[in-house]
């Protein structure tokens, strides 16, 4: 049972071993073109480009590309294997831009000097500064994940649907109406107390005006199904595309 359980490292599959052709940075800075042919080495199980275009996305070095990325190595293997082929050419091709199983290059380049290099390419070009994917997530540099420390976090207060403002108004206006004709009506010495029949005609008017309010609102159903599917579209939460 623990056998069958654990994850399998040894079964056989698809495995490429690629490498990636890079302009020289201070060949570049200088307005060459100098090339180190598979500067960066890598693997991947993923067919078609979508490793390279995850490269171009989240490497500093992805303006000094040359082409594509072509492969170096392509067969049916392990995962122990396939890592074992990666060392192997990253050993032959002496990448700089590789990290993993490369410190003992010493023409590796960091990350940092890496990020730094590239801050030097987007200077002179004019762009802004290059940023990691997972710095990019953030619209702004005032935003943390945790409140400053000394400053209390705000709630954020979701705004009120369109039905609910109407319903809360008519409801605040209907009992505003009712207590305002009940006082004035008791004040009237002519009616007496606040049951007169006059009182009670004028609370089943706001009533009934109220009704007719919410009924036009509702779209003047009829039937009982007809009430029932028009509340729930006009109270249903709509979803905001983003």
């Known amino acids: 049972m623990t056998a069958t359980s654990q994850a399998r490292t040894d079964r ?20 060459g073109y100098a090339v180190a042919h598979d500067d960066y080495v890598g693997k991947t199980r993923q067919r078609g480009r ?7 996305d989240d490497k ?7 082409g594509s990325s072509h492969v170096l190595w392509e067969g049916i293997c392990t995962e122990e294997e396939l890592d ?25 380049i960091s990350y ?14 004019g ?24 400053v209390p976090a705000v709630a954020v207060r979701r705004p009120w649907k369109p039905w609910q403002k109407q319903l809360l108004g008519w409801s605040i206006a209907w009992l505003v109406l009712m207590i305002a004709g009940w006082v004035g009506l008791e004040r009237w010495r002519d009616f007496g107390a606040w049951w007169h029949p006059a009182a ?18 509702l779209g003047a159903p009829v ?14 939460p709509k979803r905001v595309r983003r």
């Not at 009670?200 to 609102?217: I, K």
């Not at 039937?223 to 249903?236: G, L």
Request: positive net charge.
């Open 84 to 108: 074992d082929i990666e060392r192997r050419f990253i050993r032959e091709k002496k990448p700089r831009m590789n990290d993993k199983d490369n410190r003992w290059n010493a023409g590796r």
């Open 200 to 217: 009670v005609a004028g609370v089943a008017l706001l009533a009934l005006l109220s009704c007719l309010r919410l009924w036009t609102w």
């Open 50 to 56: 979508r490793r390279e275009m995850q490269h171009r």
């Open 223 to 236: 039937t009982k199904a007809q009430w029932r599917r028009k509340w729930r579209e006009k109270t249903k």
């Open 60 to 66: 500093p070095w992805s303006d000094l590309i040359v």
């Open 12 to 31: 056989s599959y698809r495995g490429v071993v690629y490498g990636f052709d890079l302009i020289i940075h201070e060949s570049w800075m200088s307005g």
């Open 112 to 125: 940092e000097t890496q990020v730094s290099q590239r801050h030097e390419r987007d200077a002179r070009r």
């Open 127 to 150: 762009d802004p500064p290059w940023q990691p994917p997972e710095n990019r997530n953030r619209d702004s540099l005032l935003e943390w994940d945790e409140a400053a420390p000394g």
